[in-house]
């Protein structure tokens, strides 16, 4: 009897994305291991690593950040197509995944992505695992498009945020789906609104940015990503949020087409898509979300594969 193929479909969600680490602990604990992981935006970047075998160097990394080690990670680009580089933090992701190519990882992986010029969605399944997930996760206005084989590309989650639909056509039988966007607009998205203490060369004053240093980009940065103290949204926070509400109408679109066996969605009310520095809550919020459908995983395995039905017609 053949075996039933299990694959995760991991949305995006930016930060929230941490919550994908605890699924697959969850699983993991379990002795529930998926042979083919999809994912979208921060789903890739987590996919790839649990794909490559590189969980742990991601969990240790994404449990380390405070809010002022994601500032100093964010490369300001007042001439180029995103506000945000992006270079220093893919820098560490290289060091996670030098030299890993997609079609050597012993799981198969695939990075959603979508072209810029034509808006064609683009699974990314070959070549080098880090220009896949820089692609796949190049939030359109905030990180600049990625360049692969001739077609400038960004964030996958403007076609398909939580990729049931490629996980099915890879092979998968069982498919779980991770939406990290399913309380968007009943909790709210909440950013940056602790008052952790920076550094005095990175606090934004109030007053017009008239000289372009090092402090004037270091302000104008820390405006656009925390916004100012009147509480009025920085642009990086603007955007963001504008892009979790339209990625969470596609999402719910999508999936009401293309349904998987099982979704999940963490509890992630009143995180924000910048809080990265919240990771040890939203792993474990993750791995609140998966227990609770552990036994179910395991029954949808255990079942035979659906059967094969035979089209061919006999002449009478």
Known sequence: MAKQKFALALGGGAARGWAHIGILRGL???GLEPEIVVGTSIGAIVAGHY???RLDMLEDFARQLTRRRVFSFLDLSVSGSGLIAGQRLFDRFDDHLTGVRVEDLPIRFAAIATDLSTGQEVWLRRGL????VRASSAIPGIVKPVSINGRWLIDGCLVNPVPVSVCRALGASVVVGVNLT????????CIGDDEEDLSSDVVAEETPITRWNGRGALQLLHRQIFGRSDGAPGITSVILNSFSIFHDRIARARLMGDPPDLLVAPNLTGIGVLDFHLADEMIESGRAAIEPHIQSIQRYLSSPPPALVNTRLFAG
């Open 28 to 30: 993991a604990d379990a």
């Open 51 to 53: 794909a490559a075998g």
């Open 182 to 189: 399913t309380e968007f607009g009943r909790g709210g998205i």
């Open 129 to 132: 695992v880090t220009d896949a």
